[in-house]
């Protein structure tokens, strides 16, 4: 399973060995405390624009996808304090939102769903007698496990239309590298593998291509990305007043 992150024990969700799983409300967002970034679909760009940059990272252009840029250190979210709150008004990433379900799409060789329901049997939030039931007593799925999939249902979709976009960039050669590069009390902080939309390539898309970008939304899309790159000084002032507490306490804020 690609992209699991902070799922420790995923495991396929199954009627009988869960039939008493309950969930109860956690209200923290601890378990994404040690991510920097996180995969973003291209529906979330508008939103996710206002407080986090967004940029596409991979190997080289071909494997590049959309990310939110949460933090600048290794192994650190920049939105999520010590108590393990998101700061207030900031948009949620939907890949965190979803969590602890996930759609993990099945071997070619097994019959049945294309994607089949796991959860991670790590999270705090399961329960034998607290929380919402995931089944009902005749075990067909309570509204909270309807809710939870359909969720994942739409995210996938959304999946599936963000792979659209990113071949339409390709398509144009519309990508270029991007290393980020801070310098920070005589230290560098380097972060490479990225790349962002060529502006002036985009400036010189025939008419046709333009129209169609401007009718899909891939337009919007794009400027989404562009105006988000500004929040990368935002992030870096994020981790500015995060290394004040630590140097005013001695250890990191973050576990």
């Known amino acids: 399973m690609a992209e699991v992150f902070f799922y420790e024990r995923p495991v396929p969700l199954n009627r009988t060995a869960h039939k008493d799983l309950r969930l109860k409300g956690v209200p923290s967002l601890k378990f994404a405390a040690n ?35 949460l933090g600048l250190r290794q192994n650190e979210n920049l939105f999520v304090d010590a108590n393990g709150q998101w700061i207030p008004g900031a948009y949620v990433p939907a890949f965190i939102r979803r969590y602890p379900f996930i759609l993990a799409e099945k071997p070619k060789d ?25 089944f009902k007593e005749d075990g067909t799925d309570a509204e909270m496990l309807t809710n939870a999939v359909n969720f ?38 380097n972060l490479n593998g990225l790349f962002v939309v060529n502006e002036e390539k985009l400036r010189q898309l025939d008419e046709k291509t333009a129209h169609e970008f401007l009718k899909d939304g891939t337009m919007g899309w794009i ?31 973050v576990n």
Not at 176 to 188: F, Q, S, V, Y
């Open 35 to 69: 991510v920097h970034s996180v995969p973003l679909t291209g529906v979330e760009f508008p939103a996710a624009a206002r407080d986090m940059p967004i940029l596409f990272a991979g190997t080289d252009v071909k494997e590049a996808g959309p990310m939110a840029l």
């Open 152 to 189: 994942l249902g739409e995210f996938q979709q959304h999946v599936a239309r963000t792979h659209w976009f990113m071949d339409q960039l390709r398509k144009h050669d519309l990508l270029e590298p991007r290393n980020i590069r801070l310098e920070k009390d005589g230290k560098t902080i």
């Open 223 to 253: 400027y989404a990305h562009l105006l988000s790159l500004a929040n990368i000084d935002r992030v870096s002032a994020r981790l500015n007043e995060r290394e004040q507490v630590e140097a005013a306490t001695g250890s990191t804020t």
């Open 110 to 134: 097994q019959e049945g769903d294309d994607f089949t329901v796991f959860l991670d049997e790590a999270y705090e939030g399961f329960s034998s007698d607290e929380g919402e039931r995931l």
